[in-house]
C-alpha cells in the first residue's frame, strides 16, 4: 500500500505524439518504449506500489460512445493508479439524441478542463477527428473495427513477457476477424516489432482479402497449429451477431475451439491468449483457459499498465511545457 | 472538515477473516469487535472527522449484479472516507449478456488492481463462490434472500447505541420475513448477541418453518406489541411483488402498519427501525417514523460506520502482509 | 498542474446563504459576489491551477431526478477542483419506483455524510423544499421550467467578462422562453445587475405574459437586432416536444437562427452565446457558432468557475462552525 515514485527514466527521445490513435504508424522504437515503460508500471503494480502520482491534477474523461464497462475501468484505474482523476462522459444517450455533434460534445469536455480523452465509437476514424479538432491529448479505445491500440498494446506485452521478443515468434489470430479492431491493432503491432502473423477463422469471418495486411490466412486452425507460438483467441461476439456466420457453436467450437486435445498437439510452450470476456466451451475449454498456458488474466493486469504508459507519454507534452504554473 | 487519524485502537485479535459472507457463523466475540470500531468510526464522523485515511492505496470494487444505489453508495462512502479508491462495476447488463461466468467476471477485476469486493447477486451463495476463487477481500452486500450481513450489523448497532446492549432484549421483525435477507442476518447476529427474537406477519409472509431458526413467530403485531423492545420494519417490496400476498395495502397497514394507536399501547422506550426506503402509510405513519422513538436516520449513517469498520478488519490481512512495500 | 491555492480573499459580507435556490432573489452585491469569486477561480483555471483544495473532506452529493450529463459533470469537477468528493444519487429510477419521498431520499444522503446536495427536479420548488428539510446546503441545478441559477449565472459572466459591466447592456433571449429555466434565471440576474432584457421567439414560445417580468417582448429577431449588444440562443428542446411548436425547423431557422447574413446586420461587437448543447443550422449556424463574436466554449469554461464559486460560498456557513474540529 506504499505511494512513492518508481524509477520510470526519463521519457523516451522518440516519443513525440500527444494522441495514440492506432498502432498502424508507430515505428518499432516508439513500441518498444511504450511496452518498456508499461513493464516498470507492471513491476510497480505487482510489487505492491498501489499509486505513482506522476500525473496529480491532471483530468481524464473517458468518452464512450459504445458501452465497455471493461475498458473503460481499466483507463480508470490506469488514471487513478497515477493521480489523476477520471470523469466518465457516457454520451451513448444524452448528446446524440440532442443533436449535437460529436465534436461539439468533446469540445465541450474540454471546455471543462479535460487534459486527456479516451474515446470509443462505432465509426472508425473518429478519435482521429477528435484529435484534429481539439488540444487535450486524445487515445482511441476502440473505433468501429479499425484499432483499440491499447489493446493491442497489452496483448503485445503479454507475449513479450512470456517470451522476451517479439522477433521471429508465430503468432495466429484466431476467430472473428472480420470486424475485428483488436486483430488490425495486433496485426500493425506485431509484424513492425518482427513477428508472423496468422489469421484463421471460418471463411465467413476471414478473408483472403486480409492478405493486403501481409499476412498469412488459414481457414484450418489444425493445419497451422503445430507451428504456432502464440494463439489469440478473439471472443464471438454472440450479442452482435444477428445472421450467424458459423452453423452451430457446437460446429465452431470443434473447428476453432482450443482444448485440450489440440493443446497436445501444439507446441510444448505454446501461449494462449484471449481478450475476454470469454465463451468457456466456445473459443476456449475451461482446462486451457486455466492452464499453466494460458496468460489471460495476465492480459487483464497488463492492461491496466499499458494505460499508465499511454497516459504518461501522451500528457508528456504538458508536463513539458505547463501553462502557467 | 479534518482529516486526522482517530484513536481506533489496535486490530481485535478475535478478527481473522478477510472476508464477511454473513452474521451466521460470526461469534459473539467478532460481532462486538465489528460494532466497537464502528463505534469509534461513527463518533469520528459526527464530530466531523470527514476523512480517516487508514486505506490509502486500496481500492474497492462494488460488484452489483443487481441494482442498489443505497448500499452501493453507502459502501462507496465508507471506502472514500478510509482514503481508498472505489469504482463500480455494474455486471447487470455487460457481462452475462456477453456469456461471461461471474467467477471470471470478478477475477477480471481482481487482475485490474482490486483489493475489496462488494458483491450482491440474486443467487444465495455467490459471495461465498467468489470467496473461494478469488485472492482479494470479499464482502456479501445482499445474496437473494439468504444474507445482508452489513445491513445486519447496522440494526444491530443502532439498537446497541440506544440501549447499550442486546442482552436479553425482545426485537420483533415485522413484514415480508419471507424472502428477506435483512431478516435472516439480523436473526442470526441478534440471538448470537443475546436477544430474543420474534418474526411477525401474514400467514404469506412468515412461516412457522422459521421456528428453526429459533426465533419465535407470530401473525399479530398487537398481540406481541407490548413485550417489545425493538421493531424492526421490513418494507414491502411492492415493486417485487407480482402476486400480492395480502388483499389489500390498506388491510396490511391495518394490521401491521406501526401507527400513533400502536405507539401508545407499547413500552414507553420502545425503539422503531426500518431498513428503508420507507413507504410512508403502509410500515410506518409518518408521526412514528419521524417521532423521537424512531432511529431511522441514525440507522443510515450507522451503515456507513459499520461498513467503515469492516473495510477496515477485513483488509486487515493486506496490510498485516503488504507484498513488496 | 500545479495545487497551490490562490489568492480568493475573504469571504463577502454580504454572503449569509447556505442554498443558491434561484436568482430571483439574490441582491446586485450578492450576484457580484459570485462573478468576482469565479473570475478569481475562472483566472486560475486557465492558468493551470488544477485544483484549488478548499473544500477537502467536504462531500458533495449531485442528486438528479432528471438525466443530464453535462451539468451534473460541471459540478462534479467543480467539487474535485476544490477538493471535495463529489458522488451522484441517480434517483431517476431507484428510489421513486420504491414509493418513497423525494424528502426522505434527500435525508437518507444527508445522513450518510452529504454537506452538499445539487438537485435537478422537474417539479419547481423542489430544492426549495429540500433546503426547508435538511441541514446541508442545497444548490438547484433546474427545478422544471423555474431557474437554473448557475447557468445564469455563467451566461452573466461570461457577459461580463467579455463587457466589463452588465449595466446599460441590451440582451435578448431567443428561442424556446415559455419552458424555460435558464430564460427566467437570466433575466432576473440580468435585470438586478442593469441589464435592459428583451424576450424573442415565435409566439407558441413567447407569450405577452412575459411582461410581467418587466422584460420587452418580441415576435420578430430582425426587428430588435441592430440594438443587442449580446444574444443568447436557447436551444430548441426537439426531444421534449411532441406538439412542435413552429411549422417546420427550416421556418425556425429562416426566422430565428443567427447566421452570417443577420450578423452583417447586427453590431460589430455583438456578443453570441448559447446555453448548449447546440443545434448547428438550427438556432446557429457553423461560421457564427465557431466565429469572434461567439463566446459558447467560455461559457461552458465560466460553468465550472461559477460553480466552485458558488460551493465555496455556500459552504462558508460549515466552515465558519466547524462540528467538533
Not at 498502424?24 to 498501489?50: P, S, W
Request: glycine share 6%.
Amino acid at each position: 500500500m506504499s505511494e512513492h515514485p518508481i524509477e520510470l527514466g526519463p521519457l523516451p527521445q522518440c516519443w513525440k505524439r500527444r494522441h495514440l490513435l492506432g498502432l498502424e504508424d508507430l515505428t518499432a522504437e516508439e513500441l518498444t518504449a511504450v511496452l518498456d515503460k508499461a513493464d516498470l508500471f507492471k513491476q510497480a503494480l505487482v510489487a505492491g506500489t498501489r499509486r505513482v502520482p506522476l500525473l496529480s491534477g491532471i483530468t481524464n474523461c473517458n468518452l464512450f460512445f459504445e458501452n465497455s464497462t471493461r475498458t473503460r475501468t481499466s483507463f480508470s484505474l490506469a488514471a487513478r493508479r497515477l493521480g489523476a482523476d477520471s470523469i466518465d462522459f457516457s454520451a451513448s444517450t444524452s448528446s446524440l439524441s440532442k443533436g449535437e455533434t460529436v465534436i461539439d460534445t468533446a469540445k465541450n469536455i474540454e471546455a471543462m478542463g479535460a487534459d486527456v480523452m479516451v474515446v470509443r465509437h462505432r465509426t472508425p476514424g473518429t478519435p482521429h477527428l477528435l484529435a484534429q479538432n481539439l488540444d487535450c491529448c486524445v487515445i482511441n479505445a476502440g473505433d468501429g473495427p479499425h484499432e483499440h491500440p491499447t489493446q493491442g498494446l497489452l496483448d503485445i506485452l503479454t507475449i513479450r513477457q512470456r517470451r522476451g521478443t517479439l522477433q521471429g515468434l508465430t503468432v495466429a489470430l484466431v476467430g472473428d476477424i472480420a470486424h475485428s479492431r483488436t486483430a488490425r491493432s495486433n496485426i500493425w503491432g506485431l509484424k513492425t516489432l518482427g513477428a508472423h502473423v496468422i489469421v484463421c477463422g471460418p471463411s465467413t469471418l476471414v478473408s483472403p482479402r486480409w492478405k493486403e495486411l501481409d499476412v498469412e490466412f488459414s481457414y484450418s486452425l489444425d493445419d497451422i497449429l503445430p507451428r504456432v507460438d502464440v494463439l489469440n483467441l478473439l471472443r464471438i461476439q454472440f450479442e452482435r451477431q444477428h445472421d450467424r456466420p458459423f452453423p452451430s457453436v457446437r460446429e465452431y467450437a470443434h473447428l476453432y475451439a482450443m482444448n485440450r486435445d489440440r493443446l497436445a498437439r501444439a507446441k510444448d510452450d505454446i501461449l494462449i491468449l484471449a481478450p475476454g470476456p470469454i465463451n468457456r466451451g466456445v473459443e476456449v475449454t475451461p482446462d486451457v483457459a486455466d492452464g499453466p498456458q494460458s496468460a489471460i488474466l495476465e492480459q487483464v493486469t497488463n492492461g491496466v499498465a499499458v494505460r499508465m504508459a499511454v497516459l504518461w507519454l501522451v500528457t508528456s507534452v504538458l508536463r513539458a511545457a505547463p501553462v502557467g504554473s
